[in-house]
């Protein structure tokens, strides 16, 4: 054994390891995704024995590899973030029903604020949607302690298990004790057993419903009496309290935290903390009800604090209810806790303040807590700050894919359907090429429903190459099978950039690190029945533009691929230079595709700007891309132009040559496949 600084999530891959975890499955997505590079990396090294590790194409393709490993009796584990949960939730309805072999634990990352997220749903809240228990965190340690229990309980019940942490515990850093090595579980050598119960017909459903409805009481009981999960719901007081406190996640440690500010606060103004009970609840689905009964015995007033929704709150709200209990119960409905976002531990002080004052009426605990947060507040810094608004890189290959298809339509209207990625950074000014963005693939589906409905704008699809994979081809096949209008814009950069360039289909690597043949976006396109396929390196602006009106002006279904890498896969090109005898301060550059390497000296001047000022390139940031080369309309600016992509062209006039160049962008460090030979069976 060897004690180890782990980040939240590398906490939660060596538990799974250490509860002899046989695969883990997941798409990338944060807060979440450092879990499964964790296993990679320790299977890489020898250290994780045993295991088999994948990024699959999306959450549902996962969740389903994970089920099947468990009907097998592996122990099985999914990961993904919040709303990955939404694109598996079709297959975790009904294993739900169906039921598990080996233990399955889904591992979702929950994201208040949201810090990268389209939604701030609640996990605890799918969850008892889907009839699915939970498991939830309230540190990296209790999450350690959480997954391999979620194992145990998921074989106890032949049920899934979620394990859901928030941002804050999945990225916190902590010491661990961990082994030298850990052992994949041997899976059962009977394998998996047929039998009419892992089919789901309507009979077996019914079957199922009430199975799960079954187990759903004894888990609840099971979180209120069975120490290996009543573990996770502490509960402490002082002499004879009337009030109560419950706390659910990393809410937690922000109201133990917020108490100790308060008592100590309290006692060096001469004032006296009002005895309270403390309730901190791992378990909250099925909700623990009887541990909330003993809590709640005694009590007249309870405060309940929890990022995302009302869960605890609703559940003890019913529990008063059912048994009558003369509780007055307060949180998020009754705007006592904060409605949403993250919690904080001065908030947490401040709303507990409150709560003391209304409960107890004789002190102003308000009024100490304002006036010791104001005291120790840092003072405020009054000098300039850095504008740093979210920007795609500079070099990124997304900025001249985004200008060329604007320079492409000119004034002809359009609307473009952005989608999830870095790409969806290309509506900020003065780029303003992402008019909707909605989930995964939606940019495809969406752009079709313009063409419908609004017919005189051109609908224009922006989709990376992973979510291409993950949750776009199906809106491609939609558009050719009922002939919608649009053009759809890939821009394959060759990884799944957002998330910390994780490999997709089209890369030919595995997470396995084995090579592959890579699925090629332009034959699925044609298989698809795409009739306009078209090229183009996106830094190349003459070649974009042409690639971009050709696949405009095709009418029906078409596609353009802008191909070039992300900036973190390849090595920097020597960075170009602003020649101060010929810049004229027009600013073009910078207002045309606001690459964050350009700036503007007011002070400088020179023989063509004058006192205007010039523009100047950061070197430091400069990718060398030569986008702002082609774009200064007075050759100012000095640097190497990108090589056309030069790929074939292809429309319905000229059927079987739009196969284009097929060979995938060689990258540093991430060689696909190009051989037959290189390609494992
Ligand atoms: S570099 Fe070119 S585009 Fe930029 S301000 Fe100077 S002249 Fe204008
Ligand atoms: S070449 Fe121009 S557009 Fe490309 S990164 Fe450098 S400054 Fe930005």
């Known amino acids: 054994m060897s004690t180890k600084l782990l980040m939240g999530n590398e906490a939660f891959a060596w538990a799974a390891l250490k509860a002899g975890v046989n695969v883990v499955a997941g798409y990338p997505g944060t807060p979440s995704s450092e879990l499964v590079e964790t296993v990679a990396r320790l299977h890489a090294q020898g250290t994780a024995r045993g295991v088999h590790v994948e990024w699959s194409t999306n959450e549902k393709a996962a969740l389903e590899v994970a089920a099947a490993a468990s009907y097998c009796g592996a122990r099985a ?7 990955g949960l939404n694109v598996a939730s079709d297959a975790l309805m009904s294993l739900n029903y169906v039921g598990v072999n080996g233990g399955l634990v889904l591992f ?74 850990t052992e994949a579980r041997p899976i059962p050598e009977e394998g998996f057993q047929k039998d009419p119960k892992w089919v789901i017909f309507p009979k077996r459903a019914f079957e199922g419903h009430g199975e799960v409805n079954r187990r759903l009481a004894r888990i609840a009981w099971d ?24 706390a659910g996640g990393v809410s937690t440690q922000y109201a133990r935290e917020a108490l100790t500010l308060l008592a100590q606060w309290a006692a060096e103004a001469g004032m006296v903390l009002p005895p309270y009970r403390f309730l ?100 405020p810094y009054d000098g300039p700050l850095p504008v740093r608004p979210p920007v795609l890189c500079a070099g990124c290959p997304h900025r001249g ?50 063409s419908v409905a609004q017919p005189g704008s051109k609908a224009v699809a922006f989709v990376g190459d992973s979510t291409f994979f993950a949750s776009g081809m199906t809106g491609v096949a939609n558009a050719v099978y009922n002939g919608h209008n649009i053009t759809v814009a890939v821009l394959d950069n060759s990884t799944t950039a957002m998330t910390g360039s994780q490999p997709h289909p089209g890369t030919g690597v595995t997470l396995m690190g084995e090579k592959r043949k890579p699925l090629v976006i332009e034959e699925v396109l044609q298989a698809l029945g795409v009739q306009c ?44 230079v602003i020649s101060q005898d010929t810049c004229t301060g027009c600013k073009k550059c910078i207002t045309s595709i606001g690459c964050p390497a350009i700036g503007f000296s007011a002070a400088a001047e020179g023989p063509r700007s004058g006192k205007r000022g010039q523009a100047f390139v950061d070197a430091s940031l400069c990718d060398g891309c030569g986008l702002c080369v082609q774009v200064c309309p007075f050759g100012a600016i000095e640097g190497a132009v990108a090589q056309p992509y030069g790929g074939a062209r292809s429309t319905a006039d000229s059927p079987g040559s739009n196969t284009g160049p097929l060979a995938p962008i060689s990258l540093d460090g991430e060689t696909p496949a190009e051989t037959e030979e290189d390609i494992d069976d």
């Open 77 to 83: 584990l999914f990961t993904c973030k919040q709303v």
């Open 533 to 576: 396929i078209t090229f183009a390196n996106p830094h190349n602006l003459e070649e974009s533009v042409a690639a971009a009106q050709e696949a405009i002006q095709f009418d029906g279904p078409s596609a353009i691929i802008f191909r070039a890498p992300c900036i973190q896969l390849k090595r920097p090109d020597a960075p170009v």
């Open 401 to 450: 894919s985004f200008f060329a298809i604007k320079q492409a339509l000119g004034k002809t209207p359009a609307v473009f359907c952005g989608d999830i990625g870095c790409y969806t950074l290309g509506n900020a000014k003065p780029l303003d090429a992402v008019d909707t963005c909605l989930c995964m693939g939606a940019g495809i589906t969406t752009a079709q429903g313009f």
């Open 108 to 181: 979702v990352a929950d994201d208040p604020g949201p810090i990268s997220s389209q939604t701030e749903q609640d996990t605890r809240r799918f969850a008892a949607f889907a009839k699915v228990p939970v498991l939830d965190p309230s540190t990296p340690e209790e999450g350690f302690a959480m997954m391999q229990q979620a194992f145990e309980l998921s074989e106890r019940y032949h049920a899934p298990v979620i394990v859901r942490p928030t941002t804050r515990i999945c990225h916190a850093s902590t010491f661990f004790e961990l082994p030298e090595f």
């Open 223 to 246: 979180y209120a009496f069975d120490p290996e999960f009543s573990q996770f719901n502490h509960r402490f007081e002082n002499a004879k309290p009337l009030v109560g406190i419950v």
């Open 280 to 379: 901190a609840v791992g378990t909250p689905y099925p909700f623990p009800a009887e541990t909330a009964a003993a809590f709640a015995e005694g009590l007249c007033d309870a405060v309940v604090f929890e990022e995302l929704d009302s869960v605890l709150e609703e559940e003890l709200l019913r529990l008063a209810g059912q048994r009558h209990l003369p509780l007055r119960v307060s949180g998020k409905l009754t705007g006592e806790a904060p409605d949403r976002g993250e919690n904080s531990t001065e908030v947490l002080a401040q709303r507990l303040a409150r709560f003391f004052d209304r409960t107890t009426g004789d002190q102003n605990f308000s009024a100490l807590v304002e006036q010791r947060l104001a005291s120790s507040a840092t003072e």
